[in-house]
């Protein structure tokens, strides 16, 4: 395992563990997007069918049970925690996240390494994890004043992505043969999609104001 990588996982780690604590200490989810925490859940729940069938190593074991477990939890709070659910926007909150569903399955379904249930499920978690920040990116648009929580949360989302093509590149130069097509270009959709509010994260970084995007 190269920095890369590892600085991705811990960037990953640290987003969800900023946003539990946002949740289970504060008892508050305002700002945070439940469509995009449900995308979230169905993506680890397709992408580790393998999770007690293939092992590859214990951190690995450990880092799946993690985001699964954490997904899960955070839907269950914003859903059913009687404190927590009250302060969730769902009158802001209203993207049509199936939408990106059906299609991100059809295309799994038609793009894939290999045409098996399971690797299926694979690229159809990486279609859909590419574009599972939107409905987030939507809701923040709308409510304009973003906490500090909330921005550090969609941050290192971000950054945990633009670490991974980093370790992709450097993978490419160290490893031969290392070729992944459709988990290199859902990754760049991925970053993509963030620039906007990179941006604008930096911009509230550098003259010390609080983080505002523009509707």
């Known amino acids: 395992m190269n920095i890369f990588r590892l600085a991705g996982d811990m960037t990953h780690l640290a987003s969800v563990l900023v946003l539990l604590l946002k949740i289970h200490t504060i008892k508050s989810c305002a700002g945070v997007s439940l469509k995009t925490q449900e995308l979230y859940a169905i993506v680890f729940a397709t ?19 993690i985001f699964l477990v954490s997904s899960f939890s955070i839907v269950w709070y914003m859903r059913r925690h009687k404190i927590v659910r009250r302060s969730y926007d769902k009158d802001q909150d209203t993207f049509r996240h199936y939408i990106l569903i059906i299609p991100c399955l059809l295309l799994a379904l038609i793009i894939n390494e290999k045409f098996t249930f ?12 590419a574009v599972a920040i939107l409905p987030q990116l939507v809701l923040l648009q709308r409510t304009r004043n973003i906490d500090n929580l909330t921005g550090q949360y969609v941050f290192l989302l971000g950054a945990y992505r633009v670490l991974y093509i980093l370790n992709w590149i450097y993978r490419y130069f160290t490893q031969p043969h290392y070729v992944h097509w459709i988990t290199w270009i859902a990754g760049l959709v991925q970053t993509l999609l963030y620039a906007d509010f990179f941006y604008y994260y930096f911009q509230s970084w550098k003259n010390n104001v609080r983080l505002e995007l523009p509707a």
């Open 118 to 129: 399971k690797e299926v499920m694979w690229a159809f978690s990486l279609y859909l994890e």
């Open 47 to 65: 992408r580790y069918l393998d999770l007690f069938s293939y092992y590859i190593s214990l951190y690995n074991l450990l880092m799946k049970i």
